[in-house]
């Protein structure tokens, strides 16, 4: 049972432009969500969060938007750098499991 | 650099051996999660630890997987009598239950341990 999904599995971005990685989940009882970016030989890295009582999040060139009624969030990149080719996962914890739960990632690649 | 670091990077064994694998947490985290990834997917959870009580197991983790953590330090994961599935990426992450909030939901990861079961 796959609780969060990403169903892009990889996606190419012009420098400078925006990156738009999707994220979908079933359960809605998740309390955060959490984006991690791999590089490779790597473990993940935190990006950013956002509470399920939010619609938006903001950290410099990230922002993260959520949309519980479509169990739907998205992660925005303005403006692309190459430095951001990575994986990115899209994770969702259960403050009642104590548990994050990933997705299968998506591999971002910004063309310089 | 209090980050939490992973012992040994790479391992190569052969298949029925037994093998372990450490990860030291950052100091001030009390609870500590493995995982497990292997290519084309997300971390796996296979088990954590609030201070020295393992609290989860999953049920990815055989009984040939042990884990411990013994003082609530570092923990080991080992791996008896490998099997080429075993190959993957073995991740070790730490995260702090002391306040709520995404502060608690946020783990920080190690480099993993990469093994490869011949």
């Known amino acids: 049972d796959q609780q969060v999904k990403q169903n892009s599995p990889s996606l190419s971005v012009q420098e400078g432009r925006i990156s738009i990685l999707n994220c979908d989940y079933t359960?809605?009882?998740?309390?955060?969500f959490l984006w991690y970016k791999k590089y490779p030989a790597e473990g993940p890295t935190f990006l950013i969060s956002?509470?399920?009582?939010?619609d938006k999040n903001e950290d410099g060139r990230f922002t993260v938007f959520l949309n519980k009624s479509a169990k739907h969030l998205s992660l925005h990149i303005v403006p692309s750098q190459p430095g951001d080719s990575a994986v990115y996962f899209c994770?969702?914890?259960?403050?009642?499991?104590?548990?994050?739960?990933f997705g299968t990632g998506t591999k971002l690649q910004v063309i310089p | 650099d209090t980050g939490v670091s992973q012992d040994p990077r790479h391992k190569i064994t052969k298949r029925g051996q037994n093998v372990t694998f450490r990860c030291d947490p950052i100091s001030e985290h009390n609870r500590l999660y493995w995982y497990r990834q292997t290519l084309g997917q997300g971390p796996e959870f296979l088990t954590y630890f609030q201070n020295e009580a393992q609290l989860e197991k999953s049920r990815l983790l055989s009984d040939r997987f042990s884990a411990e953590r013994p003082k609530g330090s570092f923990s080991t994961l080992e791996i008896q009598r490998t099997e080429q599935g075993d190959s993957a990426m073995y991740l070790c992450?730490?995260?702090?239950?002391?306040?709520?909030?995404?502060?608690?939901?946020?783990?920080?990861f190690g480099p993993g341990t990469r093994l490869l079961v011949l």
């Open positions: 992450a730490s995260s702090s239950s002391v306040l709520a909030g995404p502060i608690a939901a946020t783990q920080y």
């Open positions: 994770a969702a914890y259960s403050g009642g499991y104590q548990k994050v739960t």
């Open positions: 359960n809605s009882m998740f309390d955060y």
């Open positions: 956002i509470s399920s009582i939010k």
